[in-house]
């Protein structure tokens, strides 16, 4: 049987394409402004790319935050669901799975089997989101992939002030004004999105193992700060941000095409009384 | 090469006025208020607790620097100079950078006692939106703070996020109110709340060939509705004022003034005189003025001292 799985998140979409348990390809590329298209773009050069057509793949499975707008799916998933089967199949020994995207912070407890227990999500607030990150990469004027690695070399932990990722930018100019090294501001950022992450994490109950996905688990830095913010070690896969592709092609397999999962939409107080 | 002039769509003008009914030799006590915020300035001068002058100006990276420029700008022409001040309260964000001042308070209190002075004394609900956070405070007669709820945390229902909308579509802020109205029909409000995420769905929009007014009316009522949230927590009683730059946007007051059922209330100061004026007058000296009321009261109570060189 050969599957596909789509995931088409805030930024990226991903396609993975499997027969019999063994990928066939993979492919990722930005999701752009029209998502359906790209989409649709980027599953047709994957099938290309092993010289296959639509009509050879047995069932298609779509999920991500634009996961809807699939409309040659046979299903779609919620993305928990989707983490959830992709995580345990890397990662059997995963009943915590923490996913940051481009738009979403999510935090999903599963079962031994891949199912999902509770699951929470910030999908308002860019704090806490993989734009947190990009937009402070670009106020300390490097790309998120140096910010990254720089950030394991501060020797220095500054509080960021800013819980918010428009007042963040601000702030990241400051310390820059203060004279902060950029490894020391570099670090301050992950350290503010991994307690913003955290409390997301929290909400859901934490178990061992804990794995993180997601285009964010490429960033060593954030990771590093996420394991001192829990308190506990943190696994992340190869290639994180297919693991929700992944999971498509899971559900695929096991023929599941649709599914409901409630999740606890987790929202900053942002307003203070005072007397 | 072809230099372009970079325009600023983001702040306001900057705007000063003098009392020419006061002559300012026969005074007896002279007070000034200096609120330095996180993008402008106000600073006022009041002459036995009348307003005398004030100047609402642009915070530069110095704040000592700013407050003093915003000094300077309402005294211009009046021969005033910092020596005949009797007392000087600074405020707001950068309030402990203002190096004329004896002494500093929350801009919460502020506000409080300068809607008091500018809408009179029936406000019960004064709601001041500043450059980065907003603040709905419940007052009583004397334009004391009974208490309040303030954002300060999120730039959505900041006037921040009013700036980077400014910004992103290329439209001056103070236009954004009026264009925001020529539409044919209101559209549906800005589903993000996160500024961050407003503005992807306004470049989705904008990209969609949505009219820009259309879309200033989108954004307009997006903020509305993340301000109402926070008056809602407070509960509004009238009479319900606005101060601070928001208050300058019909934009965000129209649709404000509809979604609580309640109008706001006209400047009861505001003198006949100043309607004939080319520049209205600006709330957003609302700050300033109550600290320079403040600075007259402790005058009289014998709570502070006069620094008067001359």
């Not at chain 1, 789509?6 to 930024?11: A, E, L, P």
């Not at chain 1, 227990?117 to 790309?143: H, K, Q, Y």
């Not at chain 2, 006025?17 to 300012?24: K, V």
């Not at chain 2, 407050?67 to 001040?85: P, Q, Y």
Request: one cysteine or more.
């Amino acid at each position: 049987m050969i599957v596909a799985g789509i995931d088409v998140g805030g930024k990226n979409v991903h396609v993975v394409i499997a027969k019999d348990g063994n990928i066939l390809a993979k492919a990722g590329a930005p999701s752009g402004i029209n998502k359906a298209e790209a989409a649709e773009k980027l599953y047709d050069e994957t099938l290309k790319s092993v010289e296959l057509k639509r009509e050879d793949i047995n069932r298609v499975v779509a999920t991500g935050s634009s996961g809807s707008r699939v409309a040659f799916a046979d299903g779609v998933i919620p993305d928990a669901t989707a983490d959830a089967r992709g995580v345990i199949k890397l990662i059997p020994s995963a009943r915590t799975v923490i996913d940051v995207g481009a738009e979403e912070g999510r935090a999903i407890r599963i079962t031994q089997e891949g199912k999902v227990l509770d699951f929470a999500i910030n999908e308002r607030c860019a704090a806490g989101t993989g734009t947190f990150v990009e937009s402070m990469a670009r106020a300390l004027e490097i790309p998120v992939e140096e910010m990254a690695k720089i950030s394991l070399q501060s020797t220095k932990s500054i509080p960021m002030n800013a819980q918010c990722a428009v007042f963040g930018e601000s702030e990241v100019v400051s310390l820059i004004h203060q004279k902060n090294s950029k490894q020391d501001i570099a670090r301050a950022v992950h350290d503010a999105i991994a307690g913003r992450i955290g409390s997301v994490a929290r909400i859901v109950g934490l178990e061992n193992d804990v794995v993180m996905v997601g285009g964010v688990a490429n960033n060593v830095g954030f990771v590093d700060s996420l394991k001192r913010e829990l308190d506990m070690d943190v696994k992340v896969p190869d290639s994180p941000d297919y693991v929700g592709a992944l999971g498509a092609v899971e559900a695929a397999v096991a023929g599941i095409t649709v599914e409901k999962v409630e999740a606890r939409v987790v929202e900053k107080e942002t307003i203070e009384e005072g007397m | 090469m072809v230099e372009v002039e970079k325009v600023e769509y983001w702040r306001w003008p900057e705007t000063s006025w003098i009392n020419p009914d006061i002559d300012w030799q026969t005074g007896k006590v002279i007070t000034a208020g200096i609120d330095v915020g996180s993008v402008s300035s106000q600073a006022v001068v009041m002459i036995d607790n009348e307003l005398f002058a004030y100047s609402s100006t642009r915070t530069g990276s110095d704040s000592p620097e700013s407050a003093r420029k915003c000094l300077n700008m309402a005294l211009v022409g009046s021969h005033m100079t910092e020596d005949n001040i009797d007392y000087c309260i600074g405020t707001g964000y950068g309030r402990v950078n203002v190096p004329m001042a004896q002494q500093t308070l929350t801009e919460i209190a502020c506000h409080a006692r300068g809607a008091n002075f500018m809408y009179g004394p029936e406000i019960r609900t004064v709601m001041d939106m500043g450059g980065q956070d907003c603040k709905a405070i419940r007052t009583d007669e004397r334009g004391r703070v009974v208490k309040f709820m303030m954002n300060d945390k999120c730039a959505a229902g900041t006037g921040r996020g009013m700036e980077v909308f400014a910004d992103l579509i290329g439209v001056p802020v103070w236009e954004i109110g009026e264009r925001s109205f020529q539409i044919d029909k209101e559209p549906e409000r800005i589903s993000s709340t996160c500024v961050v995420f407003a503005k992807s769905e306004v470049v989705s929009l904008l990209q969609e060939g949505v009219p820009e007014n259309e879309v200033m009316a989108a954004y307009c009522a997006a903020m509305t509705h993340r301000i109402t949230e926070l008056l809602n927590r407070l509960g509004v009683e009238e009479k319900f004022a606005i101060t601070g730059g928001i208050a300058k946007n019909i934009g965000i007051v129209k649709r404000l003034e509809k979604e609580i059922g309640i109008t706001t209330a006209e400047l009861s100061w505001y003198d006949a005189k100043m309607r004939d004026k080319e520049l209205p007058f600006d709330t957003q000296i609302a700050g300033a003025i109550g600290a320079a009321l403040f600075a007259a009261a402790m005058l009289e109570r014998g709570r502070a001292k006069s620094v008067r060189k001359a």
